[in-house]
């Protein structure tokens, strides 16, 4: 096999290794955003995150952490589907690692560029908390992967 061969095979199967990544665009923060959050109870610890768009688009090297020192979670390329979500569970595989405390804690979430920062008020037994994309906060029934319930009214 010559050389050229060679370089040709390997330039073919890099470009069928990278070709689902190349041609999803990555993501834009704004557009993506944690819609819920879960600290204490069943389900888990979990985050989401909604692409509001109709288009797929990719995670590549977005940071989430409790901190803004982003030493929990890069993401590597994650597509989040049009219109859809994200979830990670604390110590999943392909999740964050730091746990979300029941007392309040923040999210931050980053492009590498930009970072949001989403304010946990203390968990209440049975609900999570739910942001819109200006990330307004309320309390809401648990709906992992799926739309956000209404927002509950928690006067006591």
Not at 94 to 108: C, P, V, W
């Amino acid at each position: 096999m010559s050389n050229y061969q060679f370089l040709f095979l390997i330039s073919i199967f890099f470009y069928s290794c990278t070709k689902t990544n190349i041609s999803t665009p990555i993501c834009i923060i704004g557009d993506i955003y944690i819609s819920e959050a879960h600290t204490s109870g069943y389900p888990e610890d979990y985050i989401e995150i909604f692409n509001s768009t109709d288009k797929d688009c990719r995670l590549s090297n977005f940071l989430l952490d409790d901190s803004p020192l982003f030493e929990d979670f890069l993401f590597s390329d994650i597509i989040i589907k049009a219109n859809d979500f994200w979830i990670g569970y604390e110590d999943f595989d392909n999740s964050f690692s730091s746990g979300l405390s029941s007392k309040g804690d923040m999210i931050y979430f980053s492009d590498g560029d930009t970072i949001i920062q989403y304010n946990l008020g203390p968990s209440i037994s049975d609900f999570s908390q739910s942001f819109d994309k200006s990330g307004d906060r309320c309390y809401t029934i648990p709906t992992p992967g799926y739309s956000n319930a209404g927002c509950v009214n928690l006067s006591l």
